[in-house]
């Protein structure tokens, strides 16, 4: 089982960047399959960063080459730095983790097995 508390979410200005942190708890972290997702108001729930146990990262194309994701799995956290942030970024994040043994994608939310409960992001111009 593993634990999952997102941080770092607020207002930012359009251009602007923020890091979101996800501070896992519980045992065997860096054997999990880690991603975000988001969910927009009135919008279906995102699936747009992921890392792999052996830190192979896959990314939507709405955030490639703006968005970074990372872990530290001596400290067992997550990281999601994002940079030239637009409206269309706005929306509730989540950390996400997965400890079975099937493919790790983006595309299957429902394959994640433990979920924090988000950290809302805000961009305005």
């Known amino acids: 089982q593993v634990q999952l508390t997102e941080s770092g979410g607020g207002p930012v200005e359009v251009g602007g960047s923020l890091r979101l942190t996800c501070a896992a708890s519980?045992?065997?972290?860096?054997?999990?399959?880690m991603g975000w997702f988001r969910r927009a108001a009135g919008k279906k729930r995102e699936g747009i960063a992921l890392?792999?146990?052996?830190?192979?990262?896959n990314y939507a194309d709405a955030v490639k080459g703006r968005f970074t994701i990372s872990r530290d799995n001596t400290q067992k956290t997550l990281s999601l730095q994002m940079n030239s942030l637009t409206p269309e970024d706005t929306a509730q994040y989540y950390c996400a983790a997965y400890g079975g043994g099937a493919l790790c994608t983006l595309d299957r939310p429902g394959l994640f097995d433990h979920w924090g409960r988000g950290t809302q992001v805000t961009v305005s111009s």
């Open positions: 890392i792999e146990s052996d830190g192979v990262t």
């Open positions: 519980g045992q065997r972290y860096e054997n999990y399959c």
